[in-house]
């Protein structure tokens, strides 16, 4: 079999129906998003089966209990996914939206109207529900969507696209409106990273390693996702029970995902204070700590922090903390080692928390609130279909908006250029 | 040399300045930029000099008379640069504009700001000027700029910068605020293409080939910009003496250009009127035509169009003109050729301009006017860094706006996730 060309084909649906796609309107959308979502709790029974077998092989393959769980449906998750599809059909379409329209002096009339991007590429890991989420997202936005879960969730993945295709075209989307990539080989990765003049963006969901593969080896335009090494700085007036209580939120409400905090930095003028009790609390709820010096020194016996702690996400129940002299240090600090995802500051210096917001280079900036509040639901968009940590096109929780791109309509009477 | 290590050098030293730029006031900026200008005037003679070598060296290697023509500079050449930069100063600062700003029901503050990109690169060819216009637009939206020219303009280029560095230092920007990669092998460029770390954005500016290349081999995020295949379709209903001005102007007022038309489509039930008369005057004003089997029984004697010249770029006073049956056809034709920048309608039917403007996918969608008009200029930004063909982050003219990214800050009193 051609790889290469099985994947074309895929695409050339998916930018075909794309093209079909930007006419449909918002009630036609809509209609096709509740039609998936009851397709989906329907053939529950069908879904499980073919979960199950994924279960089974990754078993055999020794996945670690994690994963397995990542990979695991069931009723209740199934439930979930379809309220996630009924929930982005509640939602405003960004499409059709004039940004802004104005008029020249020679008459012309310019406006900014919100279209969609076209086929939008995402690869991802071994999760299924991503599959739901990613394609209920990009096709309310008016976009098509090939994806390529992972080898994992293969089974999973090929039933749930099945049952949610035939629902959405029974509603008048367009066939070829969801594409998956069946062969998990890498070569169809790579293939679908080199696609230009099919996919318009490409969104890796997915570890590091995903994210770093999709940016060295894509000549698509990518929106890179997900690293957070997220710092939380204690200055030297902050109300030391908010302190206490937004870095055990934010360290161990859900230490996995992406906008936990990593990293803990203390002024050294109330480290002797606050660490022992914090040390403590973080200790009984099963936090590992690591520190510097200084931290070392005023909670005896955790584990001296090495440079590559400063740099890594642990993703875990693991804490690296640091005793920082000024500000200007945990900005430093912040400078060097953070990712640009979630940085936050806890004070009750106005000085300091507008020079914290000002000088702080990342998607979101906290004062005296935690970092797990960066998230599509958190801020109000109704849906995330990722965090972007680079710059260009969407910083921060992407919404239905960041899947959609604009073009410029100009009414004219005869105008020419002088 | 290590030419990596070079390039190395010169991206952290644009990086080490962006972090001090972004706290730049914009009265310091602007008065940075009007030094410039002055400068760049005070120091007339020495750019003449460095250029006279360009050209010099030009001349031997057997540049063509036009590229000869695009890296001459002259003392109205360096006076429109100066102006160029004073333009700059005088428009709005985008950095610091709140986008938007919400209260959650937690009674979290969420704002959007926005914030300069960072660094940002741009590679180009012949034209010193590009030099000037880049760095200043760059600079006042508070990036710091990493500079790599053609080979051709490195004299002149070498001597631009340390004028214009000098200059805006003497006012408060930080050292390595503008950086010039003075090696112009083409490693040099693809390691530069590589920075992921230093470069926020990559902005290639020249032809096709260079585009391509950019895009072929970069991993740091980039704004495609400038191929244009543009058509102007001549509706059944159109108003012939209007679509013969609009045809001549797009076509013939500057057809180097990107937003140049390339390609003209007719209905078929006007081509026996329109095209005679419009042929012979674009004969008359030295454009080669070249024709669908239709037109070339309209007008005999004009060159049959091969399949090849419906996908080409001409940049020149040429035209390949398709007789279409319905206005579907003409879509349809856009829709395989076109490149995504520039496409007009001439017509007089509300129904057709309204489908026109909805089912075309440019970055530019006219009704009645002139392709000419893409420009950040005449849509009234004040500036243009280039003109965006893909759909992330910018589509269309791009002026300071677009050298811009935002941040989310939040005002918390203490909250955490539940």
Same mark, same amino acid.
Do not use: K, Y
């Given at each position: 079999m051609d790889i290469r060309q099985y994947v074309v084909d895929k695409a050339k649906k998916a930018k075909t129906a794309g093209r079909q796609m930007a006419g449909i309107s918002t009630a036609v959308k809509n209609s096709a998003l509740y039609a998936m979502a009851d397709a989906l709790e329907a053939n529950a029974d069908k879904i499980l089966f073919a979960n199950e077998k994924d279960i089974e092989i990754g078993k055999k393959a020794g996945l670690s209990k994690a994963l397995l769980d990542r990979l695991l449906l069931n009723e209740g998750r199934i439930k979930d996914m379809a309220e996630g599809l009924r929930q982005v059909a509640s939602l405003a379409d960004p *499409? /059709?939206?004039? *940004?802004r329209m104005w008029t020249r002096p020679n008459g012309l009339q310019i406006g900014q109207i919100r279209v969609p991007l076209g086929v939008v590429g995402i690869i991802y890991e071994a999760r299924p529900n991503v599959t739901v989420d990613a394609a209920g997202l990009c096709l309310k936005a008016g976009n098509t969507v090939l994806l390529r879960g992972g080898s994992e969730a293969i089974h999973s993945n090929i039933e749930i696209v099945n049952i949610i295709t035939e629902a959405a075209i029974g509603k008048g989307?367009?066939? /070829?409106c969801i594409q998956l990539i069946e062969i998990t080989d890498r070569e169809a990765a790579n293939i679908m990273m080199r696609l230009n003049g099919y996919l318009d963006v490409l969104i890796p969901r997915g570890g590091a390693g995903l994210i770093r593969s999709v940016v060295e080896n894509a000549t698509v335009p990518v929106i890179e996702t997900g690293v957070g090494n997220c710092h939380v700085y204690v200055d030297s007036d902050a109300d030391l029970t908010m302190a206490e209580n937004i870095v055990i939120n934010a360290k161990t409400? @859900?230490?996995? *995902?992406?906008?936990?905090?990593?990293k803990l930095l203390v002024h050294e003028d109330i480290a002797d204070k606050f660490l022992p009790t914090i040390g403590e609390k973080l200790t009984a709820l099963g936090v590992e700590l690591r520190g510097c010096p200084r931290t070392c020194e005023i909670l005896p016996g955790i584990k001296p922090a090495l440079e590559e702690d400063w740099e890594r996400e642990y993703l875990d129940l693991v804490l690296a903390i640091k005793v920082v002299k000024t500000l200007d240090e945990a900005l430093e600090h912040i400078y060097i080692y953070g990712t640009k995802h979630s940085e936050a500051i806890i004070t009750n210096s106005y000085v300091n928390s507008r020079r914290f917001l000002k000088e702080v280079d990342a998607a979101a900036v906290y004062v005296?609130?935690?970092? @797990?509040?960066?998230d599509g639901f958190e801020f109000g968009f109704g849906a995330e279909i990722g965090i972007s940590t680079q710059k260009l096109h969407a910083r921060g929780p992407m919404g239905l908006k960041e899947l959609t791109t604009t073009k410029y309509i100009i009414y004219g009477e005869g105008q020419i250029r002088g």
């Open positions: *499409v /059709g939206e004039i *940004v989307l367009p066939d /070829g409400q @859900r230490p996995a *995902v992406c906008n936990a905090m990593e005296n609130a935690s970092t @797990r509040f960066t």
